[in-house]
T-cell receptor
Framework: GQNIDQPTEMTATEGAIVQINCTYQ??????LFWYQQHAGEAPTFLSYNVLDGLEEKGRFSSFLSRSKGYSYLLLKELQMKDSASYLC??????????????FGKGTRLSVIA | GAVVSQHPSRVICKSGTSVKIECRSL??????MFWYRQFPKQSLMLMAT?????????EQGVEKDKFLINHASLTLSTLTVTSAHPEDSSFYIC???????????FGQGTRLTVV
């Protein structure tokens, strides 16, 4: 089973930094993903963590602590186009051998001028 | 990244009819495909997982006789919504993964409206 929690909504100012937190509980952890989703569109991949620590990719960074069941996505130098939903997803290992991504409810980020 | 093509992008159907949604991996062999449903302002809910050549594994609460999934080849999976009702109106998204592939790649999604 799984339980993935992230804030429902956040607002930040253009040019600023925002951190979106995600906590999870799962019986078979096999990696944590962050996706960006604009309304009415499919999610696009942002980052992947399977080991503890920070992964940096341009303006986006993601951190994972497996012992704490905690991750965050850090967005720097915010731009208006970053206004979107950010989905935290845990890849689980099921007894069947399948490894689906299970998604949190998403955080709607609004970037304001 | 790898390409997953989902078709159609939008469909409107009458209540009681069936709709088929296709999901194709264009440049890799998708050993596993996942089907999700997303209602407005909510997150993606996993409906089922299909492995090539075997029966799909459905999540709790998803009717397997209503949502028929076929994954007959390494590049194609289909989801058929049978006897559609207005409450089935939703955004359906497929995701494909293959051996030695870290991330799952998403199709463009299908907006289904049942009238």
């Amino acid at each position: 089973g799984q339980n993935i929690d992230q804030p429902t909504e956040m607002t930040a100012t253009e040019g600023a930094i925002v951190q979106i937190n995600c906590t999870y509980q799962t019986s078979g952890f096999n990696g944590l993903f962050w996706y960006q989703q604009h309304a009415g569109e499919a999610p696009t991949f942002l980052s992947y963590n399977v080991l503890d620590g920070l992964e940096e990719k341009g303006r986006f960074s993601s951190f994972l602590s497996r012992s704490k069941g905690y991750s965050y996505l850090l967005l720097k130098e915010l731009q208006m186009k970053d206004s979107a939903s950010y989905l935290c997803a845990v890849r689980e290992i099921h007894l069947s051998g399948n490894t689906p991504l299970v998604f949190g409810k998403g955080t709607r980020l609004s970037v304001i001028a | 990244g790898a390409v997953v093509s989902q078709h159609p992008s939008r469909v409107i159907c009458k209540s009681g009819t069936s709709v088929k949604i296709e999901c194709r991996s264009l440049d890799f062999q998708a050993t596993t495909m996942f089907w999700y449903r997303q209602f407005p302002k909510q997150s993606l809910m996993l409906m089922a997982t299909s492995n090539e050549g075997s029966k799909a594994t459905y999540e709790q609460g998803v009717e397997k006789d209503k949502f028929l999934i076929n994954h007959a080849s390494l590049t194609l999976s289909t989801l058929t919504v049978t006897s559609a009702h207005p409450e089935d109106s939703s955004f359906y998204i497929c995701s494909a993964s293959g051996k030695a592939i870290t991330e799952a790649f998403f199709g463009q999604g299908t907006r289904l409206t049942v009238v």
